[in-house]
């Protein structure tokens, strides 16, 4: 396979992984009564740790007022909590409620995680190396 091939059947299974991951958080959020935005501040909350609502808003692309009413349902679900931070108790702090996320929602992905563990498996130290680099570049961090 020439270089330009397998750069595009690395493009290829990075768009399917995309979209299996996509699709999977939507259907695990309907399950639970959620929407699609509201699994996808799940997913910000848990990369980044304890947010304000305006941060929120910059990273998701929402607007404020859609970011309240995304936090709301999740408050109401008790996935999230709001708090005052400590230094400045004008200002609200969402957070995950990480027991409740390990109790309800954590067992709908444990398959998904054990079928990457266990393609990981069959990856050298090497490969395995090779892959984080990859999907840390990918991913701009």
Same mark, same amino acid.
């Given at each position: 396979?020439?270089?330009?091939?397998?750069?595009?059947?690395?493009?290829?299974?990075?768009?399917?992984?995309?979209?299996?991951?996509?699709?999977?958080?939507?259907?695990?959020?309907?399950?639970?009564?959620?929407?699609?935005?509201?699994?996808?501040?799940?997913?910000?909350?848990?990369?980044?740790?304890?947010?304000?609502?305006?941060?929120?808003?910059?990273?998701?692309?929402?607007?404020?007022?859609?970011?309240?009413?995304?936090?709301?349902?999740?408050?109401?679900?008790?996935?999230?909590?709001?708090?005052?931070?400590?230094?400045?108790?004008?200002? *609200?702090?969402?957070?995950?409620? /990480? @027991?409740?996320?390990?109790?309800?929602?954590?067992? !709908?992905? =444990?398959?998904? $995680?054990?079928?990457?563990?266990? *393609?990981?498996?069959?990856?050298? /130290? @090497?490969?395995?190396?090779?892959?984080?680099?990859? !999907?840390? =570049?990918?991913? $701009?961090?």
């Amino acid at each position: 396979m020439s270089r330009a091939e397998t750069e595009w059947a690395v493009l290829a299974a990075t768009q399917r992984v995309i979209a299996d991951a996509l699709l999977f958080s939507h259907e695990v959020a309907e399950k639970l009564g959620l929407g699609p935005s509201d699994s996808q501040f799940m997913t910000l909350l848990e990369v980044h740790g304890p947010l304000t609502p305006g941060r929120l808003a910059e990273l998701s692309g929402l607007t404020t007022g859609t970011v309240t009413g995304v936090i709301d349902r999740l408050e109401k679900a008790g996935f999230v909590r709001r708090d005052r931070a400590p230094d400045d108790r004008r200002k *609200v702090i969402v957070s995950r409620d /990480d @027991e409740q996320v390990a109790k309800v929602m954590a067992p !709908m992905y =444990a398959e998904k $995680g054990q079928n990457l563990f266990t *393609v990981l498996s069959q990856f050298s /130290d @090497e490969e395995l190396t090779t892959i984080a680099r990859f !999907m840390t =570049a990918v991913a $701009g961090s």
